[in-house]
């Protein structure tokens, strides 16, 4: 059974910064792409941010590109988001998301196998 655990969410002001981490067990974690989805209340989820398998690819939406980093330890079975300039309308419940079967390609499909129980980011003005 695969278990993705984030951590990391909480309340900042605008401007400021935050780490996400997610945790996997029960699988081989570097076979697989990672994303980071949010949902804000009344939307939906939408991908934020993908990494590939080695760690060399990423993508990112255009409402977060230049503030968020997507990275992977795969030693660590781990993946990260760090938030950066964070803005009120970055507030949302963030989840974690494993790609088991998709090749990598430069866009936002991402096919989701597992998901996080999600953390949440609330940014204050």
């Known amino acids: 059974q695969v278990q993705l655990v984030e951590s990391g969410g909480g309340l900042v002001q605008a401007g400021g910064s935050l780490r996400l981490s997610c945790a996997t067990s029960?699988?081989?974690?570097?076979?697989?792409?990672m994303g980071w989805f949010r949902q804000a209340p009344g939307k939906e989820r939408d991908l934020v941010a993908k990494?590939?398998?080695?760690?060399?690819?990423?993508y990112y939406a255009d409402s977060v590109k230049g503030r968020f980093t997507i990275s992977r330890d795969n030693a660590k079975n781990t993946v990260y988001l760090q938030m950066n300039s964070l803005k009120p309308e970055d507030t949302a419940v963030y989840y974690c998301?494993?790609?088991?079967?998709?090749?990598?390609?430069?866009?936002?499909?991402?096919?989701?196998?597992?998901w996080g129980q999600g953390t949440q980011v609330t940014v204050s003005s």
């Open positions: 029960g699988g081989t974690f570097r076979n697989y792409i």
């Open positions: 998301a494993a790609d088991t079967r998709s090749l990598w390609a430069s866009a936002s499909r991402f096919n989701v196998a597992y």
């Open positions: 990494i590939s398998r080695s760690g060399g690819s990423t």
